[in-house]
């Protein structure tokens, strides 16, 4: 099967401009979260979607970062606007009603 | 909240040989998951190994073992006959197992395996 699919894979901009990142899960898998990856750090999760409802999303900077899951498949992840600190790798994930997680290969951004 | 911490930023291993990683984790709960992941250039996070805290039989997979000791909430990861494949920043990650927090993983800091030819 496909696995989770991101892009874009690398971005470069500018402070205060904004950038947005798309996930494509797992056929199937109604779990997608986004971990925020900081160099030199682990992952920490920002949101958890089930289907199209969001389960957690205690850790997200909601002043300048949404995201939203359409129709319970796909989802995008939006900064705006974006700080130096943003620097990071955005990790997507899915699972099935479980416990298993399967990750994409992340979109690196970097903030001038 | 939970911690994973990795003591370990970096870690060296000569091919074919046996490393071990570490991992301590602090929780007050009684019912949670452990995992390792690994993560190499390509940046895709792979499941390494994972271990059920209920389950006193430590994990195996092929060449990975883990030592999960409960009570000192100690978590180390074995890696035997080492492979220049296995060349990779490694998390230590903790779950709790209730509720919907299937995905919440916390991840320690990670530590950087190198393997020498």
């Known amino acids: 099967e496909a696995g989770v699919a991101q892009s874009p894979r690398y971005k470069i901009i500018e402070k205060r401009q904004s950038v947005a990142f798309w996930c494509n899960p797992i056929?199937?898998?109604?779990?997608l979260y986004w971990y925020q990856q900081i160099l030199g750090q682990g992952p920490k999760l920002l949101i958890q979607?089930?289907?199209?409802?969001?389960?957690?999303d205690s850790q997200l900077p909601k002043d300048r970062f949404s995201a939203e899951r359409l129709k319970g498949v796909d989802s995008t992840l939006k900064i705006q606007p974006a700080k130096l600190e943003d620097s990071a790798v955005y990790l997507c994930?899915?699972?099935?009603?479980?416990?298993?997680?399967?990750f994409g290969e992340g979109s690196r951004l970097t903030v001038l | 909240a939970q911690t994973v911490t990795q003591s370990q930023p970096e870690m060296s291993v000569q091919e074919a040989e046996t490393v071990t990683l570490s991992c301590t984790y602090d929780?007050?709960?009684?019912?949670?998951?452990l995992f390792w992941y690994k993560q190499p250039p390509s940046r895709q996070m792979i499941l390494v190994i994972r271990?059920?805290?209920?389950?006193?039989q430590n994990a195996t997979e092929n060449r990975f073992s883990v030592n999960f000791q409960k009570a000192a909430k100690s978590f180390s990861l074995k890696i035997s006959d080492s492979q220049l494949g296995d060349a990779a920043m490694y998390f230590c990650?903790?779950?709790?197992?209730?509720?919907?927090?299937?995905?919440?993983?916390?991840f320690g800091q990670g530590t950087i395996l190198t393997v020498h030819p």
């Open positions: 271990q059920e805290a209920y389950k006193q």
């Open positions: 056929s199937g898998h109604a779990t």
């Open positions: 994930a899915s699972s099935r009603q479980g416990w298993e997680l399967f």
């Open positions: 990650a903790y779950r709790h197992a209730g509720g919907t927090s299937y995905g919440k993983l916390t």
């Open positions: 979607f089930q289907n199209n409802g969001v389960v957690d």
């Open positions: 929780t007050s709960e009684s019912d949670y998951y």
